[in-house]
């Protein structure tokens, strides 16, 4: 039978009864995955630094630095003067929370399959010994 091609952003993650990776593949993996992570948050400035520096009328470093501050968490720098620009501020602050989770759920996502893994070959061996 031949193996199913994956695309891009498939992993193959091993199995509860396969073995574990090695620190290299574990490593590789976590890189990747932080790439991934870089590439969100990347995304994300780049459209409220582009989005504060149109509607909010703005320069490209004071669009960085609002997009910067909401994307964190830390709350709006400039008072949005016309109403397109205080749309796009709050849809931007609602959508930088989903990118907040979504980044933490993908840089995490290689370290809580290695610990759940862990535990589980724990529970493998155990039962095999029955």
Known sequence: MKPLKRTFFETRWEHR????????????RQLRYFLYSTTIVSIS????????????????????????MILTGMGPVDPMASDGAKIFSSFYALYSG?????????????????????????????????
């Open 17 to 28: 009864k396969q073995p574990l990776l090695s620190k290299r593949q574990f490593l590789s």
């Open 98 to 130: 989903i990118a907040f989770l979504t980044t933490a759920a993908v840089l995490l996502a290689p370290l809580v399959h290695r610990m759940m893994h862990v535990l589980h070959l724990d529970d493998v061996e155990i039962g095999d010994q029955d």
């Open 45 to 68: 400035l780049l459209i409220g630094t582009f989005g504060y520096s149109y509607f909010g009328g703005l320069t490209l470093v004071c669009g960085f630095y609002n997009a910067s």
